[in-house]
């Protein structure tokens, strides 16, 4: 049987990769030089997900019927389409197959999904300089269309902020009240996430680029994730390309990522790539290079 929990790790520089292929596929954690940036839920460390109803298992938001593990997964959009509110239980909660693993990266695909009939499959893969990679790739195994879009969602210990170019976008209120959480900056997005207040927010994100700032001043660890630019076509299943979202019960908060949502036809697959870096300090790495408008967007988050 399967060691549901087994760790296995990707390691260079001062980077380490946490995987978990037994829960979910997930990216259980990030490592940068040996500080831990991921939230996990130690309410659910240990337990099998197939050993009870996902509602049955303990938690501190009920309102969620779905269990909170923790790390980064991928989750199919839009929600609305999902099953009594919750995310597809073999995509979320089950395992994963290692397709293929080396010194440098790991591929995992889930079982097809019995309610979606939707299969993911995801490639992490990690580089010189602290960088990373996740590739997502979702497959329609049903026989007739299905729309869907890519959903990385990324649970981070707070305290943390999050910044990002938006362009002429609107911010969009999900649900709670954002109020004293997030400031305009011009053409930019701060979200600032330290107390614990539930709300979620859609935003723009013209330049396809996020800045994460991880942990108290002074000592703050900087994520940057770059995605493909957003194009004037694409069209997102939640309406934006990027949401945030700020747990009111446990001390967490979520990037979040769209891929412009599409027609799945029978047997048709959709990718997307994240691409990171990470990095601490006020000096970029060498190979980052930033405009004007982030520059000053990083020195408001700082």
């Known amino acids: 049987m399967q060691d549901l929990w087994q760790i296995k790790q990707l390691s260079r520089d001062d980077l380490t990769l946490r995987l978990l292929p037994g829960i979910g596929g997930r990216l259980w954690d990030i490592v940068y030089k040996g500080r831990p940036l991921l939230f996990k839920n130690t309410d659910l460390l240990g337990l099998d997900p197939g050993a009870a109803a996902p509602i049955d298992l303990p938690t501190k938001s009920p309102q969620f019927g779905f269990p909170l593990w923790g790390g980064e997964k991928t989750w199919v959009a839009p929600d609305i389409s999902w099953i009594d509110g919750a995310p597809y239980p073999v995509l979320d909660s089950g395992p994963y197959e290692e397709v293929s693993c080396d010194a440098e990266h790991i591929t995992m695909r889930s079982a097809v999904c019995p309610l979606s009939q939707i ?6 893969r990690i580089g010189a300089h602290c960088t990373f990679s996740i590739q997502h790739k979702i497959s329609n195994h049903r026989s007739e269309s299905r729309y869907a879009g890519i959903w990385s969602v990324l649970m981070i210990d707070r305290p943390a902020v999050i910044g990002l170019i938006t362009g002429n976008s609107e911010v969009t209120p999900v649900f709670g009240d954002p109020t004293g959480h997030i400031e305009h900056h011009r053409d930019a997005l701060i979200c600032k996430f330290a107390a614990q207040k539930e709300f979620k927010i859609g935003a723009g994100n013209s330049t396809g680029r996020v800045f994460l700032c991880l942990g108290d001043k002074g000592g703050a660890v900087w994520i940057l994730c770059c995605t493909p630019e957003p194009s004037e076509t694409d069209e997102f299943a939640h309406s934006h390309p990027f949401e945030v979202f700020n747990s009111g019960d446990y001390p967490y908060c979520e990037a979040e990522w769209h891929a412009p949502a599409k027609l799945l036809h029978p047997g048709e697959a959709d990718s997307f790539i994240q691409e990171f870096s990470v990095w601490s300090g006020y000096r970029l790495p060498g190979s980052l290079k ?13």
């Not at 299969?119 to 992490?124: D, F, K």
């Open 119 to 124: 299969q993911i499959e995801r490639q992490i």
């Open 290 to 302: 930033t405009s004007t408008s982030e520059q000053e967007l990083m020195k408001c988050m700082s």
